[in-house]
C-alpha cells in the first residue's frame, strides 16, 4: 500500500470526526447473536454498522449464522449446508431464530445504519451477492471476511464497498490494493499501528479494526487513528467514543497478537525447533572460537542458526523483531520481539556432549505469547502458547498431582541448577549442602533452557536459575507455566518473567521447599564476611 499511496496525500484528510461505532454480530449485549432482534437493537442504539455473518443452507438461502454448525447456539450439531431453509426456520421462536439475511437488510432499509455481511467461506460469496440484489431495497451494504470471497463479492458487483482483511503488520501491497479497490481496511486491532492508519488513508481507504472489547483497546485504536470499531460492547464503544481524543491519547497499546499471526507465530516457532534440531545434529561445528573467555563458545551452528530463524521471521512475520544470543538486537514497546537462543549449551556441543537446546521465545514488552524449545539430541519439540497449555511432539504436556501416597520432599529426588558461566553461583555451595542433607540429588548439565524445562518435560522435580536472561530460559519459563509448574523470583513471587535476580521452576509440590533453600542459600552468600 505504501507504494501505491501518493506522497503528497494528507492521511488526516479522510479521518471522521467521530468514529463509526460497528455492533459485532449486532447488539449482543441485549440479544443472541446474528437475530432480527440484535440488529433492530444496534440499529436503535445508534450503530452506524451492524456486522452479521451469512452461512448457505442445502436449498440455497442465505441465513445470518456464524458458526459452521448450528451447535453452539441452536443445539444441533449439523452444518447450515446440511439443513434446508424450512429445518433452519423451525428452531427457536419469535425474533429469537435464525433469520433469513433478506429480513436482516430490510430492517437495515431507511436507516442510517450499514449492513456489514461477514463471510469466512468463499462459496458464500455469489449467493449473497444475488440475495442482496434481490432483497437490498435501498438498504446500506458493506462486505467483509475471507480475502477470496472479497475477491468473488468485487468480481460480481463493481459498486461493492468492500473491507480488505488485512491482519499483518506490514503493509497491503499495491497490487491487492489495486484490484479489489476497497473503500475500508479492516484488521484484528492487534496489528494496527499508525504506518497502517497514514498508509490506508493515502491510498483513498479508511481503517477499522476488530474485535475490540476491552476499554483500554477501544482508546488505544481510537488514538491510533481508526474510522471504525467493532465490538461486543456498543455501549461502552458509545461512550468513549463520545468522550473525545483528549480521553484517547493515554491508553496503552494492547500487549497481544491477532489471531491469525498468533497461529502463524506458533507455525513458524514449531518449524523453526525441528529444522534446528535437525541442523544442529548435522552440520558441521567449523572452527570453535571464544567470546568473552575460554568456557564461552561459539561455532558455526550457533550463527547459521540464528541467521536462519532471523530471515525466516522476517519473511513470515513482518513487523516482528529479533533478539539473539549471537547477533544481539533490541526490543521495541508494544512490537512483538523473539528471543532465540540458537544453541543453548554451546561449551557441551564444542565438547562432543549430545545436551543442548533451540530456545525460541516471543513476547510483547514483558508479556511471553509463543515458546519453543528444541530437545536436539532427543529431536524433541517441546511448545507452549500463553494460556493454551503446553506439549510435547503435538502430545499435551500436564503435571499431574501426585498420588496421596507419595513422600512430597526433595529426599530421593532429582535437582537441578547451572553454573553462571563457568563459575558457580554466590551461595550455590550452600545450596548443594542443604539439597544433600535431604539426600536429594543435583545435576548441573550445561543448558539453561533444558534444567528449566525439566520439571515440566518429568526430568526432576525442581530447577533453579540464578541469573534469568528471557534470551535463554524464556521459552522453558513458559512451558513450565503452561504445564502446570510452578515458577517463583527471588522473592519467592510466582512469575514467567523476573524482574530481576534468578528464577526457580519446580512441581507444585516440591516449590516450597526448594525455595526455602534457595533462599537460605542467598542470604549465606550476603553474611559471608568480606576477607581483605
Known sequence: MSAAAPQAAQPSALRRTAPQLSAHRGDVERHRENTLAAVRSA?????????????????????????????RLWGLDRRASELDWADIAALGDGENQIPLLADALALVAGTPSTLLIDMDDPECAAPTVAAVRE?????????????????????????????????????????????????????????????????????????????????????????????????????????????????????????????DELAAAAAVAHELARWANAFTRSADLGRVRTKANAADHVTAVDLAVEQHVRQIIAE????????????????????????????????????????????????????????????????QVFAAVAGLGAEVDGHRLELQPPPETTDATLAGKIVSTELQGHSSWPGMETFLDRLRERFCTVRIMGSGALALMGPAAGRGVGTVIERFSPIDHLAAALIVREAGGVLLDDDGDETVWPEYGGVLAARREHASELYALWAIARRSAREVPHVV
Not at 454498522?49 to 448450528?70: A, C, K, M, S, Y
Not at 499495491?174 to 481496511?185: F, G, N, Y
Open 135 to 259: 432483497a437490498a431495497h435501498g438498504a446500506s451494504v458493506a462486505w467483509c471476511g475471507n480475502l477470496e470471497a472479497m475477491k468473488i463479492v468485487r468480481s460480481l458487483d463493481a459498486d461493492a464497498s468492500v473491507w480488505l482483511p488485512w491482519n499483518r503488520r506490514d503493509l497491503p501491497p499495491r497490487e491487492l490494493i489495486a484490484s479489489l479497490r476497497p473503500d475500508v481496511v479492516n484488521s484484528e486491532y492487534p496489528v494496527l499501528s499508525r504506518a497502517l492508519v497514514d498508509a490506508a488513508h493515502a491510498a483513498g481507504a479508511r481503517v477499522a479494526c476488530w474485535t475490540v472489547d476491552d476499554e483500554d483497546a477501544i482508546r488505544w485504536v481510537l488514538a491510533v487513528g481508526a474510522d471504525a470499531v467493532t465490538t461486543n460492547r456498543l455501549s461502552m464503544l458509545r461512550r468513549i467514543a463520545a468522550e473525545g481524543p483528549a480521553s484517547w491519547d493515554q491508553a496503552p497499546r494492547p500487549a497481544r497478537l491477532a489471531s
Open 316 to 379: 513470515r512475520l513482518p513487523g516482528h523483531t529479533v533478539v539473539g544470543e549471537e547477533m544481539g538486537g533490541l526490543a521495541q514497546p508494544g512490537v512483538p520481539c523473539w528471543y532465540v537462543d540458537p544453541v543453548d549449551g554451546t561449551s557441551n556441543l564444542a565438547n562432543g556432549v549430545p545436551w543442548t537446546a533451540f530456545s525460541l521465545a516471543l513476547a510483547i514488552d514483558r508479556e511471553p505469547l509463543v515458546a519453543v524449545v528444541g530437545d536436539v539430541w532427543r529431536g
Open 43 to 71: 440499529i436503535e442504539a445508534g450503530a452506524d454498522i451492524v456486522e452479521i455473518d451469512v452461512r448457505v443452507t442445502r436449498d440455497g438461502r442465505v441465513v445470518l449464522l456464524h458458526d459452521p454448525t448450528l451447535d
